[in-house]
């Protein structure tokens, strides 16, 4: 039986930096905050190869002296916080004293700090988790701290790290969300050498509009509001700028970037009546609050809170969005065009400008609905086969009818039999409903077609027969098609780019914010690319490339039938219709679509005799 013993202090540092420092984000993360907390007015940050070679982070803060340099790497050593009731209202954004420690043991990072009040600078440096000496160095009044080869001594959490392209992402993501609830400081981002982020000091709405996009804040509505001790600031986007995911969303906490269910769920019902259940708002909130009201030492990385007082701040937060969004109305504000946006200059609401920022809606317009022409001589040759084929019909109906229950609208189970005149069991089309649904005459009777709902399941069995098979045949597009994309996009498009290929959808990285769509499958070349190509893309950022092709493979092949099928309001001509009909027929479990809706229904002639009485 083994003995309980002390674990080195070493061993501990590097079991919290599993939890503290999960990817060069979270170290660039602590450092970031660390700066924030000594007051620094600028902020430069430099990285290499993704944060994985470098992370080096410079402020003009208030500086470190030389004789406490050593306790800034030890664990547990803070100046944040000296007490039980100190903890209870934590005021800065870190508290724990263990950032920097769990970070040096885990690489080479050197330590340079100059009060302002110093005649020169001094540093530490530390490898592997052991200091070295402090030295003078020559440095400006401020601290810079320098993280060289993450996980160098721990290859086996080094080889979780994901590619170049992919922590680059992250670390990104983590620079905008700290400078975005800091529009006071200026911040510098230079990944490789080459500057990507220049950022001033300025005002909320222009660091809002710098980091999020113009189009953003013309399409948002300005939130001010306060309750006692709360008060709200910020922009929600109005409800036609919503996003298929909950990337664009930004909630902070006295300066802290949070995710919160209480915080996410009362705005989410804020949007609930003018939001689609599949879309996501798009919010940059920030939420300011006594220290004491809220817990920020839930877990180590300190991006989830705890409200003493959750009921409340949920009716607040609900409260104040929801107002916001009420005071909108049509016409309210001009619409936002992505190539207007593009030229206009960042812009803020003022006091001239409507207090409620929403995008207008397109103005109504009644549809105009007109019969589908049909050639002359097709009108003839269709009415004389109709006619030859489903004559007498109507009289055998009606010598074999007989009391019953009345009608029954839901679909069988299964197609008609073939019949022995050579009838399809889905008969032939006649017209097309409101461009919507199509109206078929069969043997016995009439046959409606959701041509969405059937055109989605016949295009699901084909991609799913092809990848089973080995790979998606891919259509190369004559002329490539390229959008914006986020950086998380971007980054999945890098590291699965040639992967992807197997789904039948080849993307092409132009810039940091480019794709170009190369190729879609042979079966959605009549599809919008675009929505494709980010329907895969969010799949396989979120679950991996491998579960998408394994466990989530139906999944995906479900959304992207769906994004390459007919939609509605497009006309058919009749051969487009008849065709449809014949690839149900050989289709496997054409009954239904891929969300389980029926793709057809039949009226036989004894139903349609009992709708309108006759017989009787």
Not at 31 to 36: C, F, R
Not at 121 to 143: F, K, M, N, R, Y
Not at 144 to 163: G, I
Not at 313 to 328: D, R
């Amino acid at each position: 039986m083994k003995r309980i013993q002390r674990l080195p202090d070493h061993l501990v540092n590097q079991i919290a930096a599993g939890e503290v420092v999960e990817r060069p984000a979270s170290a660039l993360k602590e450092m970031l905050e660390n700066s924030l907390d000594a007051g620094a007015s600028r902020i430069s940050v430099d990285l290499a190869q993704g944060g994985i070679k470098l992370i080096r982070v410079s402020d003009n803060g208030a500086g470190i002296a030389a004789e406490d340099l050593p306790l800034a790497l030890d664990r547990h050593a803070t100046s944040k916080i000296a007490s039980l009731e100190d903890l209870e209202s934590v005021a800065t954004l870190g508290f724990r004293g263990e950032g920097l420690a769990s970070v040096a043991s885990v690489s080479r990072l050197t330590l340079v700090s100059r009060p302002h009040d110093a005649e020169h600078a001094h540093q530490i440096i530390a490898i592997d988790g052991s200091l070295h000496p402090v030295e003078p160095a020559a440095h400006a009044p401020g601290t810079s701290v320098e993280v060289v080869d993450l996980y160098f001594n721990t290859p086996a959490r080094r080889k979780f790290l994901k590619s170049e392209n992919t922590e680059y992402a992250h670390c990104e993501a983590t620079f905008e969300r700290i400078a975005l609830a800091h529009p006071h400081v200026e911040f510098i981002l230079r990944h490789n050498g080459k500057a990507i982020w220049r950022l001033p000091r300025q005002s909320l709405a222009e660091r809002v509009a710098a980091m999020l996009g113009k189009d953003f804040v013309q399409a948002s509505i300005e939130v001010d509001s306060a309750a006692g001790p709360l008060s709200l600031a910020g922009f929600v986007a109005s409800p036609t700028y919503s996003k298929a995911s909950r990337d664009a969303q930004y909630f902070y906490v006295n300066g802290r970037f949070v995710r919160d269910k209480t915080a996410q769920h009362a705005l989410r019902q804020a949007y609930r009546d003018v939001l689609h259940h599949e879309r996501h708002p798009v919010y940059a909130l920030f939420l300011t609050m006594e220290p004491g009201g809220v817990d920020v030492n839930v877990h180590p990385t300190k991006i989830e809170v705890r409200f003493r007082e959750s009921q409340a701040i949920h009716q607040f937060l609900f409260h104040s969005v929801h107002k916001a969004l009420a005071g909108t109305s049509a016409g309210a504000a001009p619409t936002v065009r992505m190539d207007e946006a593009e030229a206009a200059a960042p812009i803020a609401p003022s006091a001239q400008q409507p207090a409620a920022q929403a995008a207008r809606p397109m103005p109504f317009q009644t549809p105009s609905y007109q019969q589908q022409s049909i050639p002359l001589h097709v009108a003839r040759e269709s009415i004389g086969v109709y006619d030859k084929l489903f004559s007498g019909v109507r009289e055998e109906e009606r010598a074999l009818s007989r009391p019953e229950a009345p009608p029954s609208f839901a679909p069988v189970a299964a197609l008609p039999a073939h019949d022995p005149d050579g009838i399809p069991p889905l008969g032939f089309a006649l017209a097309q409903l409101h461009g919507v649904y199509i109206l078929s005459q069969c043997l016995e009777g009439l046959i409606l077609v959701d041509m969405h709902a059937a055109h989605e399941r016949i295009v699901y069995e084909r991609l799913k027969t092809a990848l089973e098979s080995d790979s998606i045949p891919l259509q190369p597009l004559l002329l490539p098609v390229s959008f914006a994309a986020d950086r998380m996009e971007v980054a999945t498009a890098h590291e699965h780019g040639e992967a992807m290929k197997k789904l039948g959808v080849e993307l092409a990285p132009l810039s940091p914010t480019q794709i170009a769509v190369r190729g879609v499958p042979v079966w959605l070349k009549d599809g919008d690319p675009v929505e494709l190509a980010r329907a895969v893309l969010k799949d396989v950022r979120e679950h991996g490339l491998s579960a998408v092709l394994t466990e989530r493979r139906n999944e995906l092949l479900a959304t992207m039938a769906c994004h390459g099928s007919v939609r509605a309001n497009r006309q058919l001509t009749l051969p487009e219709m008849n065709a449809l009909l014949r690839d149900m027929e050989a289709t496997e479990r054409s009954g239904q679509c891929n969300h389980g809706r029926p793709t057809w229904t039949r009226l036989t002639m004894r139903d349609l005799d009992k709708l309108f009485m006759r017989g009787q």
